[in-house]
């Protein structure tokens, strides 16, 4: 079993370490470093949209070719070049999202009241097709709990985590559902997949150390959302097992409107699927 936790920072222990004299005398460096990130963020993004752009105008030439053809080993090889592209065009917008996290100011992005439920139906809808595809079944328990979040990347966050689930496994169930516990809403993921090795948790965990590519892409899921945990304050644990598969849980802090309510309705979404 492999666990490893992120909670947010508490900048009182940073202050038992003692005077913060090698920051002080190095913040112009820093200040440096950030204004070069957040330049190569800006240039990631405008790489990103512009290939979006691209990848948009050949998957219409490849759908127009897919009705003119006739024979089905044709019809495979255009269906194959469609996948790819669709596959290019998610990590290169995980790129986008990972250079825009890592420019991004601790506390730059504005907290609100966040309604769980058409997040989580927007990751349903958005991996079901993928899942069906490979014999997975999604099942999804609706809430109607709202956290102190923000909404984008907290869209963000679970798409990577239920992304990451369907993809690497290929066959069994992925659940996603969370759970109170004062003043916390707990939102797990797991799944019944092969596992993550304890070398790639903690290599997703490390600032410094990249991730390794696979089969599957860049392998930038599981980093997008522990920058995303980290900017937002929110706590990220990853607990996994070979074979027997993962569990991925956010702990958020409820929005007060929840908090003093009686527990928030739930329904179940998902059903078995066939190869």
Request: aromatic share 2%; proline share 5%.
């Given at each position: ?6 909670t947010p920072h508490n900048s009182s222990e ?262």
């Amino acid at each position: 079993m492999t666990s490893t936790v992120v909670t947010p920072h508490n900048s009182s222990e940073s202050d038992s370490l003692g005077p913060a004299t090698n920051w002080q005398t190095s913040s112009d460096e820093v200040g440096q470093l950030r204004a070069k990130c957040e330049h190569l963020s800006l240039a990631v993004a405008a790489m990103s949209h512009e290939l979006r752009q691209g990848f948009h105008i050949l998957l219409g030439c490849l759908s127009r070719c897919g009705t003119a053809v006739q024979s089905r080993s044709e019809q495979a090889r255009i269906q194959d070049a469609e996948d790819l592209v669709h596959h290019l065009t998610r990590e290169f917008d995980s790129l986008a999202t990972l250079a825009a996290l890592s420019s991004a100011h601790p506390g730059a992005p504005q907290l609100d009241a966040v309604a769980v439920r058409p997040i989580l139906l927007a990751t349903y809808e958005r991996w079901q097709p993928e899942a069906h595809k490979k014999g997975i079944r999604i099942r999804v328990t609706l809430t109607d709990a709202n956290v102190l979040s923000n909404a984008h990347w907290l869209d963000i966050m679970l798409s990577n985590i239920v992304g990451n689930a369907v993809r690497h496994s290929n066959s069994g169930d992925v659940s996603v559902g969370g759970d109170i516990e004062a003043p916390d809403f707990i939102l797990a993921v797991r799944d019944s997949g092969p596992g993550i090795d304890e070398a790639e948790i903690r290599r997703a965990f490390d600032a410094v150390s990249p991730p390794r590519p696979s089969s599957h892409g860049l392998g930038l899921g599981l980093s997008i959302v522990r920058r995303a945990a980290e900017l937002l304050g929110h706590g990220l644990s990853v607990r996994s097992t070979p074979l027997r598969g993962t569990a991925v849980c956010l702990r958020i802090p409820m929005a007060e409107a929840t908090c003093n309510r009686d527990p928030p309705c739930q329904t179940s979404i998902g059903k078995r699927t066939g190869a």
